[in-house]
Nanobody
């Protein structure tokens, strides 16, 4: 069965770093796009980044570009989201999700295209 399980969240000080993990058993094929989304308190859920399995194309939202790296470990089918120079506004519940197909810059943040979601992991950036 396909499952998504996030981990790695926690409390960090501004300027700190975290690496989030998304275990993706059953996603060994390259037909999927794995996305990271986040939802801050009182805010709409928004796309953070995605990784296209077919060719390794990555996409980032503008506000995290340069501070964020998405990658995949093919040995254990885990997708990582490395967050650097964290700011209080990065505080949110972070979710990984899977969309069938290779999304692009026009479609990657459309949440309706992501058919499977993890449970979320809390990231809190505070002194």
């Amino acid at each position: 069965q396909v499952q998504l399980v996030e981990s790695g969240g926690g409390l960090v000080q501004p300027g700190g770093s975290l690496t989030l993990s998304c275990a993706t058993p059953g996603f060994s094929r390259d037909y999927w796009t794995i996305g990271w989304f986040r939802q801050a308190p009182g805010k709409e859920r928004e796309g953070v980044s995605c990784f296209r399995l077919r060719d390794g194309i990555t996409i980032y939202r503008e506000s995290v570009r340069g501070r964020c790296t998405i990658s995949k470990d093919n040995a254990n089918n885990t997708v990582y989201l490395q967050l650097n120079s964290l700011k209080p506004e990065d505080t949110a519940v972070y979710y990984c999700a899977a969309a069938f197909g290779s999304l692009d810059t026009r479609t990657w943040s459309n949440q309706k295209l992501y058919r499977m979601w993890g449970q979320g992991t809390q990231v809190t950036v505070s002194s």
